[in-house]
């Protein structure tokens, strides 16, 4: 068997893989000196240009240097040669950090989180996605997941040769969608895992004959399609720490203080998280997505859920109780959606009076006790002026890196700007 080709892979601010290759021979040099970069890379947007605005032009060089413990081999079959990707961090000449560099913003917010509190985090990224080329079927039904075959049983194999660690694989509501997670792991493999995940999807449908969307929706008046982010905080002996049966909702106070911090910033974050030119066209209330920001037990239009826990077979409730954020999507980047969610919970925690218990809504709560939340932003546009307002958040980006985010989002909503509700969605659809 010929020895695979390499591609040295990073995740750009429009959520999409970019790199280069190399052919398999070149593993070992790869892996010392990684593959050249461009800076004007970062300001390409989803849909393919260079954005105005963005604080790298013609001029400078980086690197891809990639982490060999992310290494996964993409093949059609087990005698294909397939394709070998790494994930790499975009660094300097010299090989030290590049500043604006995604996934070393989250290495850092990790490194910076476990520094100020004393504790770890435990993550997941929960997807759904819509695979066109299917029969209708009934939404949750064995029939749409039967239709799904090959394509099922397949990917469940593909993820777990892959490390992935699929943990559900189910048809969802909304037509012709499903939904995949993975186990729960330290950050950095749960943003990874998502880098990666988004493309297996997507290359096996090409594969299989169909095609997956991860776009947030598919038209205007369709089922959302998103991303959840789960996570879970345990100190140095690995016990978990959100868990606090005397308290409301049975959250702890340090996770009621990091759910304070993600609420304050709740706008701001959006930016990062949501970044399509329709992503809060699914963002509203009533759509099962979020409804509000606000802190809520087992209610799925929260900003932020607290997941229902299980005691059957004698599961212990601890290790189950997680945060749920719900105000994201796969157009968004893994690693700077996980990067700014830990640093807006690290705040909370940190900081003090600055930074009151949020209310904790039970599940009962209605309309009435609800009303008075405070709404996300209606728009992109909206969120990234939340943004701009937001010195804290701002503060946690190199000023190169936030001027070249702002300027591809705005790109991107001029780029769709004289087009309909349909044809914008569509737009967005095709890219991702």
């Not at 070992?28 to 605005?53: C, D, E, H, M, Y």
């Not at 064995?142 to 993820?159: E, N, S, V």
């Not at 892959?162 to 950095?188: K, M, R």
């Not at 205007?220 to 409301?248: A, C, E, Q, Y």
């Amino acid at each position: 068997m010929n020895t695979p080709d390499i591609f040295i892979a990073t995740c750009d601010l429009a959520g999409q893989v970019k790199g280069r290759g190399a052919p398999g021979e070149a593993y070992g040099s790869v892996l010392r000196s990684g593959l050249g970069w461009v800076p004007a890379n970062l300001g390409i947007s989803a849909f393919g240009s260079i954005a105005p605005g963005s604080a790298f032009g013609s001029t400078g060089d980086l690197r891809l240097m990639p982490d060999e413990a992310t290494e996964i081999t993409i093949a059609d079959g087990p005698d294909a040669a397939g394709l070998r990707v790494l994930m790499a961090d975009q660094t300097q000449a010299d090989g030290t950090d590049w500043d604006c560099c995604p996934r070393t913003f989250l290495r850092r917010a990790i490194s910076d989180f476990r520094e100020q509190t004393g504790l770890r985090v435990i993550a997941t990224f929960e997807h759904e996605f819509v695979l066109e080329g299917l029969p209708q079927s009934a939404p949750f039904s064995l029939r749409r997941h039967l239709d799904a075959d090959p394509f099922g049983p397949d990917l469940l194999r593909l993820l777990t040769d892959c490390g992935l660690a699929p943990e559900n694989w189910l048809p969802e509501y909304g037509a012709n969608q499903f939904e995949i997670t993975v186990e729960p792991s330290d950050p950095l493999t749960a943003a990874d895992r998502a880098v990666l995940l988004r493309e297996l999807v997507r290359d096996l449908a090409i594969r299989r004959g169909l095609r997956a969307s991860f776009a947030p929706l598919q038209e205007p008046n369709g089922t959302g399609t998103g991303v959840h982010v789960h996570i879970s905080l345990v100190d140095d002996g690995g016990n978990p720490v959100l868990f606090d049966t005397t308290r409301p909702g049975r959250l702890s106070k340090v996770g009621s203080r990091f759910s304070a911090g993600i609420l304050r910033h709740a706008e701001a974050l959006t930016a990062w998280t949501a970044p399509s030119p329709v992503s809060f066209m699914r963002l509203a209330p009533d759509r099962w997505s979020v409804g509000g920001i606000f802190l809520a037990e087992r209610n799925r239009e929260a900003l932020l859920r607290i997941c229902p826990t299980s005691s059957a077979g004698g599961s212990a409730p601890e290790h189950q109780f997680n945060l749920e954020y719900r105000a994201a999507d796969a157009t968004a980047n893994p690693w700077l959606t996980l990067g700014v969610l830990l640093r807006a919970g690290m705040s909370g925690i940190v900081g003090g009076d600055e930074y009151p218990e949020p209310d904790v809504f039970p599940e009962t709560a209605g309309p009435a006790e609800l009303n008075d939340v405070p709404r996300l932003p209606a728009t992109l546009q909206d969120a990234l002026l939340a943004l701009e307002k937001d010195q804290s958040v701002t503060s946690w980006f190199h000023p190169d890196l936030l001027a070249t985010y702002l300027a591809v989002k705005r790109h991107e909503l001029a780029h769709v700007a004289a087009l309909d509700d349909a044809a914008r969605i569509k737009a967005v659809s095709d890219v991702y």
